[in-house]
């Protein structure tokens, strides 16, 4: 992983939160929503918490009672994330380090953290913070992209990429949001943290969107995939992302568009 995968900033979490999250987020939110919600937890902390739509999905399934603590490395994230979510006394967004939370030991229910992981520097690190944290018995639930051949528009834009700049392609999505799918590894990284009550499946949904453009914008604008065009050529942004494009239209038509996505939702215990 770059320095660069880890910006999302300018005009990225809005553009962001506009395409990728109905796109490719918002039914693994729902998803997560429920698995916590059955869980019946009274304090709940979210890593990672991007632009807001787990957050946006649990919060009204939670207890009056309970509390909710949602963070994320990026401010600028956390603050778009602050003004899409309704007045909610039990949230209290904070900025923080997955790999140093500024919590006390066994402070929560729940972790739960939606496609952040794969950004994590050190993943056992993280665990190992994400287990302190927990209280005994408690549940660290996330989930993390299956490789990028089973997340076909994710796949053909990186390919399209590779056509637009031969010489140096930008490979942001293969490298970290696609980056972290073996099952193997995950498990590996969860017992050196001290997890060896884990599950893990795989999950496939459906990706969709009004336009091929749509799709292009939400990749090539919406994540830091951004940064990697614009170091490229700050002129070349929106011919790259026309060109995305024009590859998606070719292979799936030019109205409305859909495609598989595929994750791995892991659960593990304290």
């Keep these: 992983m770059s320095a660069g995968d880890k910006i999302f ?22 998803d997560m929503a429920q698995r916590a919600a059955a869980l019946s937890p009274k304090a709940v902390l979210e890593m990672a918490a991007g632009s807001g739509v787990v957050t946006r999905a649990l919060a ?24 899409r979510q ?15 939370l500024p919590f006390e030991d066994a402070a929560f229910d729940l972790v739960c953290c939606q496609f952040g992981v794969m950004f994590f520097p050190d993943r ?13 018995g408690g549940t660290f639930l996330f989930n993390a992209w299956d490789r990028i051949e089973e997340n076909v528009f994710a796949d053909d834009v990186t390919n399209a990429l590779a056509e637009f700049f031969p010489d140096d392609p930008p490979r942001f999505m293969a490298r970290t ?16 943290a001290g997890f060896s009550n884990v599950t893990i499946e795989t999950k496939a949904e459906e ?25 490229r050529g700050a002129d070349k942004l929106e011919a790259a992302t026309e060109h995305a494009a024009s590859a998606i239209a070719r292979k799936h038509g030019s109205g409305e568009v859909a495609a598989k996505i595929q994750a791995q939702v892991i659960m593990a215990w304290t």
């Design 177 to 192: 949001p696609h980056g972290y799918h073996d099952t193997a590894l995950i498990r590996s990284d969860l017992a050196k």
């Design 207 to 231: 990706s969709r969107a009004p336009s091929p453009h749509q799709v292009a914008v939400a990749y090539c604008q919406g994540t830091p995939l951004r940064n990697e065009i614009e170091s």
């Design 86 to 100: 309704e007045q909610d006394d039990r949230l209290t967004w904070r900025q923080a380090d997955a790999q140093a």
């Design 60 to 83: 009204p399934m939670l207890s009056p009672d309970a509390r909710y603590v949602v963070t994320d490395l990026n401010q600028p994230m956390l603050d778009y994330a602050a003004t």
């Design 9 to 30: 900033a300018g005009s990225i979490p809005e553009n962001y939160d506009r395409y990728m999250v109905p796109l490719i987020f918002e039914s693994y939110a729902r």
């Design 124 to 136: 056992p690190s993280a665990y190992r913070e994400a287990r302190r944290v927990l209280k005994p």
